[in-house]
């Protein structure tokens, strides 16, 4: 068990997400935390957002959006996927699996190296958890194929041994019948904890939306009044405080220690 604590990992609130996703039972919280450390030395996770060139990102959006945009009133950031819109045949076509779970990996890095900090700094609180919105209008069981299936299911389990505790809160929205009894026979086999921070939503979803987030914040297809249209759309834009110029990196690795030192973690409101 040597070599368990990278100087990059000797980090409080780090260390409180695992202990938190083991019930704070210290062995198993600890053999969690070494599995990931092997998990990013095997994978290459250290140095992803340096060695990936996803290049292909343009053409996954059209058949696969999703992406990063604006803050919930919190400060926390907001995911949103259109897996209701996805194009299996078209998407692997432009990208392969191996490659797009590599960009996902490269995306949860990004949220804590980059977005969970600067919006640290933006709320002037510990930021370490995001809203995600999950629209699944249209999806139905054909929607589900093999490729789709194991691509959710390898990066959720890639999320939840390595990445724990980055989940505050899900909205599941234009969730029809089909989804509904779905979710009621899966909603069992999951940890109360995780079920407890998903909120399954109907097509009448935005008062629930915009009691989270500001309409602001909120891309116009989800009830909102934000385009992004400079950017190509509101997925495609990627905005938020981690976009904002005048946060240079050494404001936000300083502003952030201050923030850490005086505020309790994000994740302990879950």
Not at 66 to 77: A, E, S, T
Not at 87 to 97: A, H, K
Not at 152 to 173: A, G, H, S
Request: net charge negative; charged share 25%; aromatic share 10%.
């Amino acid at each position: 068990m040597d070599n368990l604590l990278p100087a990059s990992f000797d980090d409080y609130h780090i260390m409180l997400r695992f202990l938190k996703a083991r019930k704070f039972n210290i062995e198993k919280a600890k053999v969690m935390w070494a599995n990931m450390l092997q998990w990013r030395k095997d994978f290459g996770a250290d140095t992803i957002m340096e060695n990936l060139d996803f290049k292909e990102l343009n053409e996954v959006q059209q058949y696969y959006p999703q992406g990063y945009h604006g803050v919930d009133k919190d400060g926390r950031p907001v995911y949103i996927e259109r897996l209701g819109m996805i194009d299996t045949e078209m998407l692997l076509q432009v990208t392969n699996m191996d490659r797009f779970v590599k960009y996902q990996v490269q995306e949860f890095e990004k949220s804590l190296a980059i977005r969970f900090p600067a919006c640290s700094v933006a709320a002037n609180r510990h930021i370490d958890s995001s809203t995600t919105i999950l629209d699944v209008q249209g999806l139905g069981l054909m929607s589900l194929t093999g490729p789709v299936i194991e691509f959710i299911k390898l990066v959720q389990k890639i999320d939840n041994d390595n990445y724990p505790e980055t989940l505050y809160r899900m909205f599941i929205i234009n969730a029809g019948p089909g989804f509904r009894l779905i979710w009621n026979a899966v909603k069992p086999l999951l940890d109360p904890d995780t079920t407890s921070k998903i909120h399954v939503l109907g097509s009448k979803y935005q008062e629930n939306l915009l009691e989270a987030i500001d309409g602001s914040e909120l891309p116009d297809f989800l009830g909102g009044s934000c385009l992004c249209s400079i950017e190509g759309g509101c997925l495609r834009s990627d905005k938020g405080p981690w976009k904002d110029q005048n946060l240079s990196k050494t404001s936000i690795d300083v502003e952030v220690s201050a923030v850490q030192g005086n505020t309790i973690s994000d994740s302990g409101d879950c």
